[in-house]
């Protein structure tokens, strides 16, 4: 009598995973997002040296542009579309904790920007899967430096940045 029952639990318990669909950002964290990195459709050197176009779309090899390239709107829209896409797709997979839409939103900005590895090896992941939800939100002014010619330093436009996903995450 107890193995049906515990089929049934199973079934329910992988129903709901099953049936939980991935996260998206939502139309207010994608306005957020437009609003910290802007759209540019000629490829510029970033703050960091860091080649990008569109909305905060790192140049890779394979996109074929080099500095002074323009691009259509329509590209740049693609662009987007992909990178968010990879940055949504990390932290549902990386977050082992329930997030309101606000916190996906922000993570999904964070993520967006710093990229996969160093999110994965970061203390505010550590700490949110921790269920440390405060200490999480105090991470994510710490990610505020920048490299230039092997020199890291404070960069005004992560710091503002920051602030703003960090109160993303907590509204």
Do not use: C
């Not at 896409?85 to 904790?97: G, I, L, Y």
């Amino acid at each position: 009598m107890i193995k049906p029952l515990i089929t049934i639990l199973m079934v329910t318990i992988i129903g709901k995973i099953m049936l939980t669909p991935k996260r998206k950002i939502s139309e207010n964290g994608l306005k957020e997002l437009h609003a910290v990195e802007g759209t540019k459709l000629t490829v510029y050197n970033d703050s960091g040296g860091i080649a990008t176009v569109g909305t905060g779309h790192k140049i890779i090899p394979s996109d074929n542009l080099l500095e002074g390239d323009k691009i259509t709107h329509e590209l740049a829209d693609l662009f987007l579309k992909n990178d968010l896409h990879k940055a949504e797709s990390d932290v549902n997979s990386m977050v082992n904790v329930p997030l309101n839409q606000n916190q996906f939103d922000a993570l999904v900005s964070f993520v967006f920007n710093i990229g996969r590895t160093p999110f994965q090896h970061s203390t505010l992941l550590k700490k949110l899967n921790e269920y440390d939800y405060i200490g999480a939100l105090k991470e994510f002014t710490r990610w505020k430096y920048i490299t230039v010619n092997g020199i890291k330093k404070e960069s005004p436009g992560l710091i503002t940045r920051r602030l703003l996903e960090q109160n993303l995450f907590n509204a």
